[in-house]
């Protein structure tokens, strides 16, 4: 499948669900809908997360260091950009150490 | 129009976040391999940060056409119970739903919210607000991608598992939050080394969820969270 044709079908998949919101209000989500919905952006984001933390330019420790490193900083000030930040620079300065 | 523009002045604060995000986005997109026009259609159409960040990262992996619209399916049903919520609380036309669905995101629900303007031009000023930043950082982000001259040796596809770790963990708020992360990253980690990473993130997403779901069945407070 092409590129265009792939992200064509991802604004489909993306859409539905915004329309079937709308569509659909007034009626009511069942509880357990409801908290599996709560739970999908955790159990993605950190199913994205490990698989990819080693990487395969052999720099296993460093990607490890630098993203413990950043995770510290996340959870504290809870920002986006400043955690890219640090986890980026962390890791290009461990890098040059190693 | 003044509705309009106090919701477009509402997110402004939020563009400190959005443009870093959105330009990052569009470097790790490049160096996957995608062209400016491609980035940029993915923003226009599309139009959901994490989800949009995930395909640049499953692009560069090699992944399939099919798992990466399923993982976007799987990471924007959420948007669902946004828009539950929106056409509750506000009275609107069917043309105003139609464009309305493809511009809800977390920021604009969330700050429309906040406002307590469940009105039709605040929802369109926040909305548009962050379409304006996304787009312009999307673009920004791919200019400046091509005056890196080697993405690969910068090692840039590190910023993938990092900006999920910054999306992750601000949604951990319980221990079963935690938990259920826990579990879903260990076992997308053993998963990953027998099959493709789209197939890891749709089945650990899923199972994760119903283990979420399933392990907070006597919780509560949830209900009114969405």
């Known amino acids: 499948m092409s590129i265009t044709l792939t992200l064509i079908f991802m604004a489909l998949v993306t859409y539905g669900p915004r329309l079937a919101g709308f569509a659909l209000s007034g009626r009511s989500v069942s509880s357990f809908w409801r908290r599996f919905l709560h739970f999908v952006p955790i159990a993605v984001f950190a199913a994205l997360i490990t698989p990819a933390l080693p990487g395969n330019s052999g720099e296993v420790e460093v990607r490890l260091v630098a993203a413990l490193i950043a995770s510290l900083v996340i959870w504290y000030r809870r920002s986006l950009w400043l955690g890219i930040a640090v986890g980026m620079g962390a890791f290009w300065l461990l890098r040059g150490f190693f | ?226």
């Open chain 2, 1 to 226: 129009m003044k509705l309009f523009w106090q919701g477009f002045r509402a997110i402004i604060p939020l563009w400190a976040g959005v443009v870093p995000f959105g330009m990052a986005y569009a470097v790790l997109a490049r160096s996957s391999g995608l062209s400016l026009w491609e980035t940029q259609l993915m923003s226009v159409i599309v139009f959901a940060g994490s989800s949009q960040f995930s395909a640049a990262g499953l692009f560069g992996l090699g992944a399939s056409s099919l798992s990466i619209i399923l993982t976007t399916f799987v990471i924007n049903m959420r948007h669902f119970l946004y828009t539950l919520t929106l056409g509750q609380a506000m009275n609107l036309s069917w043309s105003q739903k139609l464009i309305a669905a493809h511009l809800t995101t977390d920021e604009a629900f969330g700050v429309t919210l906040a406002h307590k303007q469940l009105n039709f031009p605040f929802f369109m000023g926040t909305a548009l607000s962050l379409f304006l930043s996304w787009n312009v950082s999307t673009l920004a982000g791919s200019l400046l991608s091509e005056a890196v001259p080697d993405p690969e040796a910068l090692g840039i596809d590190f910023i993938f598992p990092i900006a999920f770790l910054a999306l992750l963990i601000p949604l951990l708020k319980t221990r079963k939050d935690l938990g259920v992360a826990l579990v879903s990253g260990v076992a997308a980690f053993t998963l990953s080394l027998y099959l493709s990473s789209g197939l890891t993130i749709l089945f650990t997403g899923v199972a994760g969820a119903l283990l979420g779901a399933w392990w907070t069945r006597d919780d509560v407070t949830l209900e009114e969270n969405p």
